[in-house]
């Protein structure tokens, strides 16, 4: 096992690796920006450097600064954590190129992964469905228009550089087709350096439905069954739970079975997450694979009981699962909401500013991961999530009983924050009854 990991991100995903860390016995080093510098939780790990100013793209996101952070601390490992440089196949390629284990999937799995196309390819030679659509990249509005014409509109025409929503256009009619693909190809260019796109059915009023996964180097892959993240507002997720409501039993066993299928077939390694939508007739398609660790992971930890970051560290130092498929039993109904300093009647504008006051909600089957406290400073720098507040109950309407519950009990002073709109949805009958699909809240709240 490793004896030292640095920790190469910060805030709440930062401390939850640095409290795995030490539970395993494992030392951490620690970076921080200019804007973290003196940030409570830096405290908890065993040594802590500043590789820069504020600004992520001077800091976070530097390979060179992270990699001399690294070693310096004389680390075995690196933990990316979420965002930042988690996704960046040359990040990881550094990292085997200076001998430090990279705690994620191999630099290889995340250039295909990146690329959409790849994947999609990938996943129809595993009969793994994925929505009707082009072969393969579309070049031409010729090209596009054909596809179309066989598939029939609305259509999608996705970069196979984007993802996360980046880098889409939905095209209605032929005439608005021949724009949206030369815009598309234009725009993927720009964004990504790189101009490929390929089309796809659209699928209205989806929801996003998600598999966690977990492959260890000795050809072992499991699920730990899905998430249900449907509940998003200009794809930012805002509330995310397991099992997902209403959905049968048949269809989540094949949609979890499709994701190991997938996962193998890429030579997947450490934690991964495929995605999919659902459409209204309950038919599921393969969107793209994630590979990170996500901010929603914990609810599945309290479904499965696993901890997925302790799980992803002993994948990376070679240890073989220690569980199998069968062991991994789901138990109740967990609710994870994101608290973000955002004010909702400002269009979700950042708050930034002191948190004056927090009293964190406690009580049976409560978590709340953040690293804020009286004092801290929330820097607009940043992304304006403060913690993840979780439930965990023995059947879904308990679980939205108990965040409810804990909600009210949730009190921040200082900056304003996403806790009134949450509250809102879990009174929502489409929440309650489980029947929210990806453009629920948009609809519900057009006004922001
Ligand atoms: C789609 C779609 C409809 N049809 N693909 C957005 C995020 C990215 N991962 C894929 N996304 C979508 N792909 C087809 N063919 C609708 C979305 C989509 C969406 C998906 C999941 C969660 C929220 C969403 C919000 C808007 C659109």
């Given at each position: 096992m490793f004896k030292r990991i640095l920790v190469a991100n910060r805030g709440e995903i930062a401390l939850r690796i640095i409290r795995a860390c030490r539970e395993m016995g494992i030392e951490t080093v620690a970076i921080f920006s200019e804007a973290d510098?003196?940030?409570?939780?830096?405290?908890?790990?065993d040594e802590a450097y500043c590789v820069g100013p504020a600004k992520a793209s001077e800091s976070y996101l530097r390979v060179d600064r992270v990699i001399s952070a690294a070693e310096i601390g004389n680390v075995q490992a690196i933990h990316p954590g979420y965002g930042f440089l988690a996704e960046n196949p040359y990040f990881a390629d550094v990292c085997r190129s200076c001998q430090i284990e990279f705690i994620g999937p191999t630099h290889e799995v995340m250039s295909l992964v990146g690329d959409k196309n790849a994947a999609r390819k990938l996943a129809r030679e595993h009969d793994v469905p994925v929505v009707p659509?082009?072969?393969?990249?579309?070049?031409t509005v010729d090209e596009a228009l054909a596809v179309a014409r066989g598939i029939g509109f609305p259509v999608l025409i996705k970069a196979a550089a984007g993802g996360g929503g980046r880098g889409m256009r939905v095209a209605l009619t032929e005439e608005a087709l021949r724009n949206a693909v030369q815009q598309a190809q234009a725009e993927a260019d720009a964004a990504f350096g790189n101009a490929d796109v390929y089309l796809e059915k659209y699928i209205e009023h989806p929801r996003h439905i998600e598999v966690q996964i977990l492959a260890d180097a000795h050809g072992n892959v499991v699920h730990l069954w899905e998430r249900d993240?449907?509940?998003?507002r200009r794809h930012q997720k805002l509330i995310e739970e397991s099992?997902?409501?209403?959905?049968?039993q048949a269809t989540r066993q094949a949609l979890c079975e499709a994701a190991v299928r997938l996962a193998k077939a890429a030579n997947y390694l450490n934690a991964g997450t495929v995605e999919f939508i659902v459409d209204r007739q309950g038919r599921f398609y393969f969107i793209e694979l994630n590979a990170r660790i996500q901010v929603e992971h914990p609810v599945t930890e309290l479904v499965t009981g696993i901890d997925l970051i302790k799980a992803q560290i002993r994948i990376a130092a070679g240890e073989p699962l220690a569980?199998?498929?069968?062991?991994i039993q789901p138990r109740g109904a967990a609710i994870e909401c994101r608290i973000n300093a955002e004010d909702t009647g400002r269009n979700f504008r950042p708050s930034p500013g002191r948190i004056e006051q927090i009293h964190v909600p406690g009580g049976f089957g409560t978590r709340f991961d953040s690293h804020?406290?009286?004092?801290y400073v929330v820097s607009p720098h940043y992304d304006s999530m403060l913690g993840k507040l979780l439930v965990h109950q023995p059947t879904r309407p308990e679980a939205i009983a108990a965040m409810k519950r804990a909600l009210q009990e949730l009190r921040i002073e200082g900056v304003k924050t996403t806790v009134p709109r949450l509250a809102e949805i879990l009174d929502h009958p489409a929440f309650t009854e489980g029947r929210m699909d990806t453009t629920f809240l948009e609809r519900t709240w057009p006004s922001g």
């Amino acid at each position: 096992m490793f004896k030292r990991i640095l920790v190469a991100n910060r805030g709440e995903i930062a401390l939850r690796i640095i409290r795995a860390c030490r539970e395993m016995g494992i030392e951490t080093v620690a970076i921080f920006s200019e804007a973290d510098r003196g940030a409570a939780y830096l405290e908890l790990a065993d040594e802590a450097y500043c590789v820069g100013p504020a600004k992520a793209s001077e800091s976070y996101l530097r390979v060179d600064r992270v990699i001399s952070a690294a070693e310096i601390g004389n680390v075995q490992a690196i933990h990316p954590g979420y965002g930042f440089l988690a996704e960046n196949p040359y990040f990881a390629d550094v990292c085997r190129s200076c001998q430090i284990e990279f705690i994620g999937p191999t630099h290889e799995v995340m250039s295909l992964v990146g690329d959409k196309n790849a994947a999609r390819k990938l996943a129809r030679e595993h009969d793994v469905p994925v929505v009707p659509g082009s072969d393969g990249l579309v070049g031409t509005v010729d090209e596009a228009l054909a596809v179309a014409r066989g598939i029939g509109f609305p259509v999608l025409i996705k970069a196979a550089a984007g993802g996360g929503g980046r880098g889409m256009r939905v095209a209605l009619t032929e005439e608005a087709l021949r724009n949206a693909v030369q815009q598309a190809q234009a725009e993927a260019d720009a964004a990504f350096g790189n101009a490929d796109v390929y089309l796809e059915k659209y699928i209205e009023h989806p929801r996003h439905i998600e598999v966690q996964i977990l492959a260890d180097a000795h050809g072992n892959v499991v699920h730990l069954w899905e998430r249900d993240c449907t509940t998003q507002r200009r794809h930012q997720k805002l509330i995310e739970e397991s099992p997902a409501p209403n959905l049968d039993q048949a269809t989540r066993q094949a949609l979890c079975e499709a994701a190991v299928r997938l996962a193998k077939a890429a030579n997947y390694l450490n934690a991964g997450t495929v995605e999919f939508i659902v459409d209204r007739q309950g038919r599921f398609y393969f969107i793209e694979l994630n590979a990170r660790i996500q901010v929603e992971h914990p609810v599945t930890e309290l479904v499965t009981g696993i901890d997925l970051i302790k799980a992803q560290i002993r994948i990376a130092a070679g240890e073989p699962l220690a569980f199998g498929q069968e062991d991994i039993q789901p138990r109740g109904a967990a609710i994870e909401c994101r608290i973000n300093a955002e004010d909702t009647g400002r269009n979700f504008r950042p708050s930034p500013g002191r948190i004056e006051q927090i009293h964190v909600p406690g009580g049976f089957g409560t978590r709340f991961d953040s690293h804020v406290h009286p004092g801290y400073v929330v820097s607009p720098h940043y992304d304006s999530m403060l913690g993840k507040l979780l439930v965990h109950q023995p059947t879904r309407p308990e679980a939205i009983a108990a965040m409810k519950r804990a909600l009210q009990e949730l009190r921040i002073e200082g900056v304003k924050t996403t806790v009134p709109r949450l509250a809102e949805i879990l009174d929502h009958p489409a929440f309650t009854e489980g029947r929210m699909d990806t453009t629920f809240l948009e609809r519900t709240w057009p006004s922001g």
